[in-house]
């Protein structure tokens, strides 16, 4: 069973940054590709980035096209965390950003049910 907890959500204005953490207990972190997802009030919760390890090529990111360019996910084997870097926010990346877990398949995943666990949420505002 893999626990996850996020922190470091809060209010920001726009063209601000904010980062975001997730700590991993239960498991062998390594093993878990990690993803963030993100849900908005009154929309489905939508994927924003995800991070794969191996131990030949380290670790292999995928964005959603929202937020290439501006997010950055990374991970710390070490530590069990994994971090979302949000620069240059926007009024519209305001939901609740949620961590999330699977067994790394070699295969990268993106839809809410491939993921088995899940954090409780962080909320983040961007205003305008």
């Known amino acids: 069973q893999v626990r996850l907890v996020e922190s470091g959500g809060g209010l920001v204005q726009a063209g601000g940054s904010l980062r975001l953490s997730c700590a991993a207990s239960g498991g062998t972190f390594s093993n878990y590709a990690m993803a963030w997802f993100r849900q908005a009030p009154g929309k489905e919760r939508e994927f924003v980035a995800t991070?794969?390890?191996?131990?030949?090529?380290?670790?292999?990111?995928v964005y959603a096209d929202s937020v290439k360019g501006r997010f950055t996910i990374s991970r710390d084997n070490a530590k069990n965390m994994v971090y979302l870097q949000m620069n240059s926010l926007k009024p519209e990346d305001t939901a609740v950003y949620y961590c999330?877990?699977?067994?790394?398949?070699?295969?990268?995943?993106?839809?809410?049910?491939?993921?088995?666990?899940w954090g409780q949420g962080t909320q983040v505002t961007v205003s305008s």
């Open positions: 999330a877990a699977r067994t790394d398949s070699g295969i990268v995943k993106i839809t809410r049910s491939e993921y088995t666990y």
């Open positions: 991070i794969r390890w191996s131990r030949w090529s380290g670790g292999s990111t």
